[in-house]
């Protein structure tokens, strides 16, 4: 896809997404995550294109990776360290349980350990849907955009997760200008008046962005 087909597709799918309007079934939708449905509808529409190669970095329980992945053809990656808190340490034993149950609906290939350096052995251009969730820093934010530019193709799709945090938008904003990125469109999708973890609407906030290197 070129980037103004790629446009097109992400605003269709973020349309679908507001709707809550996919086949996910209720247990993907169910499973614990810091996500919200509408952001489930999403990562399943947008990963619905064959050639889709999805990178998600800080992937918890992998409620939303299972929801990118569900059914889809392209290949998903999934990776996470474990080094939040107590809670995520215990993922370590139900994130492989999970992804046993749905392996027969789909395959995720989940890499433990620091996603930088995992980025690092990661094969140029082989990556055109990049989910950040990992930490929430200004910096780390914005280095989100600058260490998996190698492996990124142009155009690509770059989501970024809480993003109603000034700190976030601060980092998108930092991580845009330092990766010299082509910005062709984005979206903020929010969940007004929302503190935190809004399941109506789209959580804590997502910046989705269109680029080209
Ligand atoms: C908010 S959770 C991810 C939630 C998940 N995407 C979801 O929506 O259900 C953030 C995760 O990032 C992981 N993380 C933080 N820094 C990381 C790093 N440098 N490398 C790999 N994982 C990291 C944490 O262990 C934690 O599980």
Request: glycine letters at 8%; charged letters at 25%.
């Amino acid at each position: 896809m070129n980037a103004a087909d790629l446009i097109r597709f992400v605003e269709a799918c973020i349309s679908t997404g507001e709707n809550e309007a996919t086949q996910l079934p209720p247990d993907i939708l169910k499973l614990h995550s810091y996500s919200s449905p509408k952001i489930r509808h999403l990562f399943q529409s947008l990963c619905s294109f064959d050639e889709c190669s999805y990178l998600e970095g800080g992937c918890f329980l992998g409620g939303t990776t299972l929801s990118a992945a569900w059914t889809n053809r392209g290949r998903f990656m999934a990776l996470d360290d474990y080094s939040y808190h107590e809670e995520v340490s215990k993922a370590r034993t139900r994130l492989p349980a999970r992804l046993e149950r749905y392996k027969e609906h789909c395959t995720i290939e989940f890499i433990e350990g620091d996603l930088w350096k995992t980025i690092e052995r990661l094969p140029d251009d082989s990556v055109n849907v990049w989910f950040y969730d990992a930490g929430h820093t200004e910096a780390e934010t914005a280095y989100a955009f600058c260490k998996p530019k190698r492996i990124l193709q142009s155009p690509c799709v770059v989501i970024v997760d809480d993003y109603r945090w000034p700190k976030v938008q601060k980092g998108v904003a930092a991580g845009l200008e330092l990766g010299g990125w082509t910005v062709h469109r984005q979206w903020e999708m929010e969940s007004p008046g929302v503190q935190y973890g809004g399941r109506e609407g789209w959580w804590n906030g997502l910046w989705i962005g269109v680029l080209t290197k």
